[in-house]
């Protein structure tokens, strides 16, 4: 759901900052106050092209930002966020900016990440959908609507393994694309893997060697040195005329004497005893050093020789040892199916005929089991369209076979309406009335409340041209779709907007001599003058009038919630 919006020097907002509640939310105002600005500043964050006409006069920039919560999005949107190298959304907050000046700069941004307005628009799809004159209708779209049959149906363990079987035979396809090369090609890729198979097997690789092998080249590269250190430490200690050792001895001599004089002098003995200990174990461990020390030129040669081996291994086929041994059973497994590529071309075929025997047949299942739930559906749709003033209207769905089975199975779907007695059905798209098309997406949207996934639905001019009980359905419709997602509603009718579970007031004010627009939620009484305002003026009786619309739909809420509890139904 949209939580929270910020517009700024967007057409005649200065600067707006609005929170947003879950449910049913309207907008209402005098004509022209500017009701469709919040609708401009979502439709500019799902990718709409940007007007710099919309910049306010006097500015020489605009943004727009928002904040979605998106907790209740499938993974599916976690993974969209990854694969655009967005960062994921912290507590389950979106946040989208939109900024873009008189000079030409024009910037997006999802959680802070800088994005390109395709991605912003592939991002919108997931989060709003807009019925009315601004298109934002994801329902238009023909694979959409194909999703939604599917979501209704609950056919997702059938697509699921449909997108595995083709995942399958994409792969078994590079494996045949690869062995299917011209004669000249294999003969060089088989030439090229049996060298560097050979190569590799011919160095005897062990995981662990490479560290080993340096600490060996490093001692054997310094022999000489470490020898001379060696040495130069043995006759400082023992080896001198002044050498540690008979230091040390001549310490011992006074230090008895000192003992013998003064007996508390006892704990000083035992130390120059530690040290005299010490000083012939480091005597001891030296000279077994220096032993030790080979200074061996071929074997300081063959060290040289390995390491050089091994580095031009990592050259050609991996940063580790590891990585070049990976490599190398990579290309033996690649030899092995190219040197049989008669036997594997043959099992490649084989299992692609069986995967493709069983895409065939799960698609087919799908399209049986979608044309039988149609008629329910259709039906549920017709009923909707019914209550909001569409009584003779006409709605089908038809599914059309495809020539070759795809991940969504053989069948492509189109929606069609015709909303007037002897007219044809056409698809939704084709609908030139933008009232139309809002109250038949929102039929559409009743139907599958439960299905459909997107988070946040918009309707504008959804009540043009109805009245009277008409409306009221309008307004119950939306409230029953808000039950499981954000709605909102920009409308006209006291009816539509006495429904909502929050009602705000786009006002135009005029400041020293400049004209801005501002929206404020209202409060229960604030909401009864501006429904009487509505109704046609604020009178006793438009007062009553818009009191009782507020009971009404209070009453009708509480009726139905008591309604859900005694059936066991939890609200989304």
């Known amino acids: 759901m949209l939580t929270w919006l910020r517009i700024r020097n967007l057409a005649v907002v200065e600067e707006l900052t609005l929170e947003f509640p879950p449910g049913l939310v309207t907008l209402t105002g005098e004509t022209g106050a500017g009701k469709s600005i919040v609708l401009g500043a979502l439709n500019l964050l799902l990718g709409q092209r940007a007007d710099r006409g919309l910049i306010r006069s006097g500015a020489d920039s605009c943004a727009v930002e928002a904040i979605f919560d998106v907790r209740a999005l499938p993974a599916d949107f976690g993974r969209l966020l990854d694969e655009k190298g967005v960062d994921p959304c912290e507590e389950g907050r979106l946040i989208l ?42 329902l238009l779209r023909p694979q959409q609507q194909l999703a939604v049959i599917d979501a209704y149906g609950k056919h997702e363990a059938e697509l699921e393994a449909l997108r595995d079987l083709f995942r399958r035979r994409r ?5 045949r694309r690869e062995l299917e090369g011209d004669e000249r090609t294999f003969a060089q890729q088989l030439d090229l893997l049996r060298h560097q198979t050979r190569e590799i097997e011919d160095a005897r690789l062990q995981p662990e060697e490479e560290e080993s092998l340096e600490a060996e080249y490093r001692r054997a590269a310094n ?28 310490a011992g001599r006074a230090l008895r004497e000192l003992e013998r004089l003064d007996p508390e002098a006892g704990p000083i003995i035992q130390l120059h005893d530690q040290v005299s200990t010490l000083a012939r174990e480091l005597l001891n461990e030296l000279r077994d050093y220096a032993e030790a020390i080979e200074l061996d030129p071929e074997r300081l040669a063959a060290l040289e020789e390995r390491r050089s081996l091994i580095q031009s291994l990592k050259r050609k086929y991996g940063a580790t040892v590891e990585e070049v041994l990976r490599f190398g059973k990579e290309a033996r497994e690649r030899l092995a199916r190219l040197e049989s590529r008669g036997e594997e071309l043959a099992r490649i075929d084989k299992a692609i005929g069986e995967i493709q025997g069983e895409i065939d047949r799960i698609a087919e299942a799908l399209s049986e ?12 749709i017709r009923g909707h369209l019914a209550e909001l003033g569409f009584v003779q209207s006409r709605f089908q769905i038809r599914l059309d076979m495809t020539a ?76 029953r779709v808000a039950r499981r997602r954000q709605v909102f509603c920009i409308t006209h009718l006291a009816p539509v907007a006495a429904a909502a579970q929050a009602h705000y007031l786009v006002e135009k004010q005029v400041r020293d001599g400049r004209t801005f627009t501002e929206v404020r939620p209202l409060s229960p009484e604030a909401r009864v003058e501006e429904l009487a ?40």
């Open 171 to 175: 792969e078994l396809e590079a494996q």
């Open 533 to 572: 305002r509505m109704l046609g003026g604020r009178t006793a009786e438009a007062r009553r009038l818009a009191s009782s619309l507020l009971a009404a739909a209070a009453a009708q809420s509480s009726a139905k919630k008591s309604a859900r509890a005694g059936r066991g139904v939890k609200r989304d």
């Open 223 to 250: 022999a000489s040195r470490l020898l001379e250190l060696t040495r130069e430490a043995l006759n400082a200690l023992d080896e001198e005329e002044a050498a540690a050792a008979a230091r040390l001895a001549e």
């Open 404 to 479: 070759q089975a795809g991940p969504s199975g053989r069948d492509a779907a189109e929606f069609l309406f015709s909303p007037n007695p002897g007219e044809p059905p056409r698809p939704l798209r084709a609908i030139a009335s933008s009232g139309e098309m809002a109250r038949a997406m929102l039929a559409i949207k009743t139907a599958l409340a439960q299905e459909d996934r997107i988070p946040v639905l918009v309707f504008d001019e959804v009540d043009a041209n109805v009245g009277g009980e008409t409306a009221r359905a309008v307004g119950e419709k939306m409230r």
């Open 97 to 138: 900016k939109r900024a873009f000046s008189l000079g030409g700069a024009n910037r997006q941004f999802v959680n802070g990440v800088p994005v390109p307005l395709s991605v912003l628009a592939e991002i919108g799809n997931w989060l709003v959908d807009i019925h009315g004159p601004h298109e934002h209708q994801s």
């Open 369 to 380: 089991k979608r044309r039988r739930l149609l008629p329910r559906l259709e039906r549920q």
